[in-house]
Each structure stands twice: as C-alpha cells, then as structure tokens.
C-alpha cells in the first residue's frame, strides 16, 4: 500500500529499487509486485508532489506500507547553497558523483567567468582594455541617437556597459543564475561583482533545485520578457528543509522525481532568447519547429547534448553508490562549440566537379542530417565559412568564373570562392551588420543558416587550363565568433574543420 498522512495514494509509481521491476497504485492506493528472491529487497514509491519514499520488504511477509512525504512548495531565496565535508559549492558533490568531473568540463560551468561572456559585457578586450562608450548625437525630429564609434580613437570591441553604463542588464538570468534568482535582482547583477558559488554560473544544485519551467501555453515557448531563471521555478529549502530533483524515481531521501528533467522545455528558458523583438538565441524554438520535437520519432536536447555516460552508477560504489543500467547515466560534459567530434557530426558534404567546354564546374551540397536545430545555433557570434578551391597541376589557383564569394566579414576566406552560414544582425541607428551588440535594437538582416534536415546546394566556376590535373578542396569551418571581433577582443579560438573533401578533375 502507498499513502500520505491523508490516505491512499493512487497512481504511484513502485519499484524493486534499481531494477525494471516495477507497477502503478490503484485508486486504493495498493500494488502487487513479484519478487524473485528471498532475502530484504528495498521498495521505492514515488508520486508527483512527493519526495521518493521507500521501505524493507522480504518475500512473503505479508502486505507493507510506504507512507510518501509531500515536498515543500515554497522558495527560499535566502537559502545559502549546499556544502559538504568542508567543501563549498559543487565541489562538494565531487566526493560521491562523477558528473563533477564531465561538469567542470562542460561551459555551463564557465558561464559566469568566461572571460568572452565578460569581455562582451564590459567592452574591453582579454587585457582589460576599454573601448569608448557609445556616442550619441542629437536631432531635432529624432532625440538622442547613437553613432558609429570614434575612427580614430583605440577600439576593444563592443560591449553592454559602453551603450548601457547605468543599467546591469539581463545577461545575469542566464549567465549568472543564482544571483539573479531574487525577488526584483533579475535586472540588477552585474556579472563582475560575483563571487562564491553564484560565480559557478550553471552549477549542480541549481539545476537540480529547478521544479518547473514556466512556458506560453499558446506557443509553447518562454515568454520573451522573461529570460532564464525569470522563466524557471526553484525549489530552494527553508530551514530543516531539503531537496533535489532527479531523473530517477526510485533515489531516496531528499530526492524526488522530475520528469521534465528528461524533456527539452527544461532547457528552454536559457536557450531562447529575444532582445528588444529580435530572437537572439533561439535553438529551443528551432528545436520546437523542428520533426525533432515530435514526441514519438524526435530527439531531446539531452538525447543529444547528454549523451550516456558509459559507467553504471551516478554515486561512486565505494561511497553506497548502487549498480544501475549503464544506458539510463548520461554524462554532464555538454558538448558544443568547441568539441571537433561533436561538430564532425553534425552535417553531411558531398562536392562534384566536373569540366563543361573550358569551364570547372564544383557543386557543394551540406545537409543539417544529424542536428536537432539550425546549425550553427545558439549566439549569433556563431558561423560556418565554406570554401572551395581549385588548384592546377603547377599549383596555381584557377580563377573563379561564377558563384558566391566569402563576405567581406569572413575573415582570412574573405573573397574567396565560397560563402558563409551565419544570422546576420545589424544595429538599428549605427547601422553595423554583423553586430554582436545585439542589447541593442537590432534587425535581422539575413538568415542562411541550416534547418534541420535542410539542405543548401552552392555552385562555382572556374576559369579550367588548357589540360592536365586539377585538384579541388573543399573545406567547412565552424567559426566561434567574427573574426573582425576576436581581434578586438583578443580572443584566440582556432577553427574546427566540421567537414573536408578534396576532388581530382582531369582534362585529356
Ligand atoms: C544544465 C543543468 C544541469 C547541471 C548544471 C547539472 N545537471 Fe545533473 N542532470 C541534469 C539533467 C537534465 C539530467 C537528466 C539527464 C537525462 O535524463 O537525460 C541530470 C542527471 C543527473 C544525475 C542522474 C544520473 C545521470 O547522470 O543521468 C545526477 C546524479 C546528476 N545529474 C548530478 C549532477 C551533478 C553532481 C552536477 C554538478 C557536477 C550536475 N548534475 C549538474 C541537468 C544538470
Ligand atoms: C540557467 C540557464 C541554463 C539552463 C537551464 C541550461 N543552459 Fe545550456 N547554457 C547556458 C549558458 C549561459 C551557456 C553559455 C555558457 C558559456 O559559453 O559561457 C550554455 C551553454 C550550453 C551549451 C554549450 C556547451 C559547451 O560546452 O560548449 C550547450 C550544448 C547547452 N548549453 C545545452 C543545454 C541543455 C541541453 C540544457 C538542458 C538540459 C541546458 N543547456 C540548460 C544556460 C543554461
Ligand atoms: C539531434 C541532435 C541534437 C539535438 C536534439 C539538439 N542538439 Fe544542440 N547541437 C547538436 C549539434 C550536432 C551541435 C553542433 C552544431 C551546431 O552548433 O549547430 C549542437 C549545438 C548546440 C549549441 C551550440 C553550442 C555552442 O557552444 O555554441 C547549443 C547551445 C545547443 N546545441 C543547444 C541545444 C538545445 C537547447 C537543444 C534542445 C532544445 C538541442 N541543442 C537539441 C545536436 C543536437
Ligand atoms: C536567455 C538567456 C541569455 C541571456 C539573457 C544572455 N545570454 Fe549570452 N548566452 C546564452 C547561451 C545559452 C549561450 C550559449 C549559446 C551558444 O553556445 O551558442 C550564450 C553565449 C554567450 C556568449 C558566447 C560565449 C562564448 O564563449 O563564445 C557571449 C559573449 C554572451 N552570451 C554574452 C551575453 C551578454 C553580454 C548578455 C547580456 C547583454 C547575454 N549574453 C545575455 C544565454 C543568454
């Protein structure tokens, strides 16, 4: 039997604990399950609004009860976060639980002190250099407006402080959580004056204290006024009081069962975001209109992004940790912009090349096959650059005829035969496009990137030689960030090469 202080719990979900073994109350709140062994097994009953409680049961020793625990409903913001055997924050969770390990790895551990999240809020560059605020000029009909920067004075790059010296922001909801998650604070974190745990960005028990996501019901996103933890329910103890939420429904004591945890709306609120009307970040609605949504055939971002993590326990043996099915551990590293493996296998290219009269013909098509939205995703500072080159038998490059060419903000392949994958913005007054300023009213001026499933097929010529061997290299970057923008900023993140292909053309 399964109860509350009140009565029958129906509807429970009971199970020998870390096995399939497992039934459902009926409405009196009773089960049956068939046990295999004769020694004490441990029975685990956990029902939404509970905490998983759990009880002693032997074979044959006729009918048990496990009485459930309702959770707290409250929040508590002055609740001061977990510590443990003397250690603060999520080192403390490193004694008993090798996700610490994939964590510190991952870039959600990095969000708040990621010297390009804070290079980009303050407007200088690695070294602390500081670029001008923004300059305004006045007009009769329009008011203040800003201008372009200075020409001649030392420029670091853009940054939220320059345009916005007064005001924090809204970059906290999302970089810095935790110490945006006050009542009124939301808008008033200043990113530079963290410290402590808050200053883990993402970290363990903040997720893991997140009960709900607050979405539209009319479009089944975050409301675009509010960002990350504006959209987030948390469930911060009072005093006495203590819970996580997991991924399991049968981990006891201080544990219950989330199964948002396991769906993709439990990343929405950071992965969505609108800045004045524009959409900044966006890979949950890519993901939302995507087949990827589908309940029944797509893919969640975990599926993806937390990948199984190849060991069959999440608390280490050694400190009580139980052997559970390797295929239901997944591994907290996250992998994204910087992981070459990930990124190899996020699209497909084939090339063909072929002579037409005195003309090389190349024909590059890239398929989003294996990506659950737009590729690339997430910060529009994100960019693919494809380039196709044609070289004769003395290493020459032929001329282009025909095709695209790398724009001009392609960096080292500008003008090269080829093009770039990117959303570009441009600023409304100042009118520079691609801005990475995008605090400010901004517009999309173009959009070419992949949609899952989409393809995109690009043709170039070439001026062919009289004869012999011509050989064709075709190469697709993924690039971090504008290239014109890592050099002010002095940042130093080298390309990953997602795909390559290199093609042999011969004239009799
Ligand atoms: C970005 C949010 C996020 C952060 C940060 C995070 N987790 Fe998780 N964690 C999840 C989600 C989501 C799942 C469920 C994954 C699934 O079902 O695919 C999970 C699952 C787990 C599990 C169950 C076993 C497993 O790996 O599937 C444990 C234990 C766990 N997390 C511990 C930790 C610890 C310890 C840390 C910090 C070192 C941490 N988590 C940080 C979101 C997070
Ligand atoms: C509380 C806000 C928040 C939540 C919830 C959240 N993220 Fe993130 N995520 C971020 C921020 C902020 C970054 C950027 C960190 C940086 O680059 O400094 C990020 C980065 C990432 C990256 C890039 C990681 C890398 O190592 O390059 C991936 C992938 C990602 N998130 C996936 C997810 C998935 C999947 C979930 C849900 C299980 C999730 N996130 C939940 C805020 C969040
Ligand atoms: C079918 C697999 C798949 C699914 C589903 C998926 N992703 Fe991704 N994701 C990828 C791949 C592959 C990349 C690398 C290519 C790219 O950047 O688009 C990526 C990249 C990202 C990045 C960029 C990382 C960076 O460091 O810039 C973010 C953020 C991200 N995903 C978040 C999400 C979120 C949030 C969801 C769910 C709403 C999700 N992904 C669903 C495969 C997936
Ligand atoms: C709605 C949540 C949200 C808000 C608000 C937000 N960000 Fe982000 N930010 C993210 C996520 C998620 C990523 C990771 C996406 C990816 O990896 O492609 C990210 C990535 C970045 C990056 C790229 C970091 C890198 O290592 O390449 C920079 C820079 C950045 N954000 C700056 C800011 C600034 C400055 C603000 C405030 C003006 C801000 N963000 C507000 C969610 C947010």
């Not at 945006?180 to 200043?190: F, I, N, Q, T, W």
């Not at 737009?374 to 500072?381: D, E, H, R």
Request: proline fraction near 9%; charged fraction near 20%.
């Amino acid at each position: 039997m399964v109860r509350d202080a009140e009565g029958p719990v129906a509807g429970a979900t009971v199970r020998v604990q870390a096995t399939d073994n497992k039934t459902t109350t009926t409405a009196d709140g009773s089960f049956v399950l068939g046990l295999t062994t004769t020694t004490p097994v441990s029975v685990t009953a956990w029902a939404e609004g509970y905490f998983v409680g759990w009880i002693s049961a032997v074979s044959g020793a006729g009918p048990v009860t496990i009485t459930l625990k309702p959770y707290y409903t409250t929040d508590n913001p002055d609740y001061a976060w977990f510590s443990m055997e003397g250690a603060e924050g999520s080192r403390s969770c490193s004694h008993c639980m090798p996700a610490y390990e994939e964590w510190v790895e991952d870039a959600h551990s990095q969000s708040a002190v990621n010297p390009r999240f804070l290079t980009m809020y303050n407007g200088t560059d690695v070294d602390g250099n500081r670029s001008p605020p923004a300059r305004y000029v006045y007009n009769r009909n329009y008011g203040f407006f800003p201008v372009r920067p200075d020409p001649d004075e030392p420029y670091y790059g853009p940054g939220y402080r320059l345009d916005f010296p007064n005001t924090a922001g809204n970059c906290a909801t999302c970089h810095v959580p935790a110490a945006a998650a006050y009542p009124g604070r939301a808008y008033s974190v200043d990113p530079n004056q963290v410290s402590g745990i808050e200053a883990e960005g993402v970290f363990c028990e903040f997720c893991h204290k997140i009960g709900d996501v607050i979405l539209d019901p009319a479009t089944g996103l975050p409301y675009p006024n509010r960002p990350g933890v504006l959209s987030l329910r948390l469930y911060r103890p009072g005093e006495g009081q203590q819970l996580f939420f997991g991924n399991f429904d049968d981990v006891t004591r201080r544990v219950s069962y989330l199964p948002l945890e396991e769906e993709s709306s439990f990343c929405a609120p950071c992965h969505f975001g609108v800045f004045w009307d524009t959409l900044v970040y966006n890979s949950f609605g890519e993901w939302l209109d995507s087949p990827y949504s589908d309940p029944e055939t797509g893919r969640t971002c975990q599926d993806c992004h937390m990948p199984i993590a190849g060991y069959d326990y999440f608390v280490f043996p050694e400190k009580g940790g139980l052997r559970r099915d390797p295929n239901r551990i997944f591994s907290h590293r996250m992998p994204g912009a910087s992981d070459e493996a990930f990124l190899q296998n996020a699209v497909a290219m084939t090339a063909t090349a072929w002579l037409e009269e005195g003309t090389l013909v190349v024909e590059v098509s890239i398929t989003n096959d294996r990506t659950g939205h737009y590729v690339p995703t997430g910060s529009p500072l994100r960019h693919l650059i494809l380039t196709v080159q044609a070289i004769d038998g003395q290493g020459q490059a032929l001329p282009q005829q025909g095709g695209p060419t790398v724009p001009e903000w392609g960096g080292p392949q500008a003008g090269q035969p080829g093009k770039a994958f990117a959303k570009v913005l441009e600023t409304l007054w100042t009118e520079i496009s691609p801005t990475s300023a995008y605090w400010n009213p901004t517009r999309v001026l173009s959009d070419n990137r992949l949609a899952p499933f989409a393809t995109d097929v690009s043709t170039y010529t070439f001026d062919a030689p009289e004869e012999g061997l011509v050989r064709v290299e075709v190469t697709l970057l993924y690039r971090r960030a504008f290239a014109r923008l890592m050099e002010q900023k002095g940042w130093d993140v080298p390309d990953i090469v997602m795909e390559e292909q290199g093609l042999e053309v011969v004239r009799p």
